[in-house]
């Protein structure tokens, strides 16, 4: 996916966007407190499923196991208000704002709803011309080639391994993305995607 970008192929404009879809596809478990083998024969049914083009079996499966995730955060939310209630009578204030904090609910891919549309669309501006006074006609010479020389593959695993931060669009963390890209178990995958990202970074440069 990330090569067809990089290679400026037709899916140019779509791939990136599917990359955020097909993360939280693939690494979604079966259940919460599913082991690493279950997981892992779930992630290998899900990339067979993408291969065959089946993607109406991967989204329904996707779709059943966050509505039992649903189900169990309805609980946990219960038990949270309990446990807030108890923390804040005892006095436990930071105990209690903490817990609040760490009570995220579901992750995963959302049902794109009529709701779930309206509150993308009132949290952007209309589309519309940039105002005349933003705008800078200058010109700006281009990047030269010789920067990217030294961006390969071993360089995005280094910094793979030293980034920290969210997860973001794609619900993966920065540590997840350092597993992947720099794990040894994952074989020659890793460093395919590893050049894969060299060459996504020069295309982006220039």
């Given at each position: 996916l990330v090569l067809l970008f990089a290679d400026q192929t037709a899916w140019r404009g779509l791939s990136l966007s599917v990359v955020h879809v097909f993360v939280p596809l693939m690494l979604q478990g079966p259940s919460m407190n599913s082991k690493a083998r279950t997981s892992a024969g779930f992630l290998a049914l899900g990339l067979a499923e993408w291969s065959e083009g089946d993607l109406q079996s991967l989204v329904d499966g996707a779709g059943e196991v966050r509505v039992r995730l649903s189900?169990?955060?309805?609980?946990?939310?219960?038990?949270?208000?309990?446990?807030?209630?108890?923390l804040m009578l005892v006095g436990r204030v930071g105990g209690a704002v903490g817990l609040i904090d760490g009570n995220g609910g579901v992750g995963g891919v959302h049902r794109l709803t009529r709701r779930v549309g309206t509150v993308l669309a009132c949290g952007r501006p209309d589309a519309?011309?940039?105002?005349?006074?933003?705008?800078?006609?200058?010109?700006?010479?281009?990047?030269?080639?010789?920067?990217?020389?030294?961006?390969?593959?071993?360089?995005?695993?280094?910094?793979?391994?030293?980034?920290?931060?969210?997860?973001?669009?794609?619900?993966?963390?920065?540590?997840?993305?350092?597993?992947?890209?720099?794990?040894?178990?994952?074989?020659?995958?890793?460093?395919r995607l590893c050049e894969s990202i060299t060459e996504l970074a020069g295309c982006i440069g220039t």
């Open positions: 189900r169990l955060a309805k609980k946990k939310e219960t038990g949270c208000h309990v446990a807030f209630a108890g519309g011309p940039a105002p005349r006074q933003l705008k800078m006609e200058i010109a700006t010479p281009g990047p030269q080639p010789v920067v990217f020389e030294g961006i390969d593959g071993r360089m995005v695993c280094g910094v793979a391994g030293d980034v920290h931060g969210s997860g973001g669009p794609t619900l993966l963390d920065a540590d997840g993305w350092g597993h992947i890209l720099c794990c040894g178990s994952c074989g020659g995958a890793s460093e």
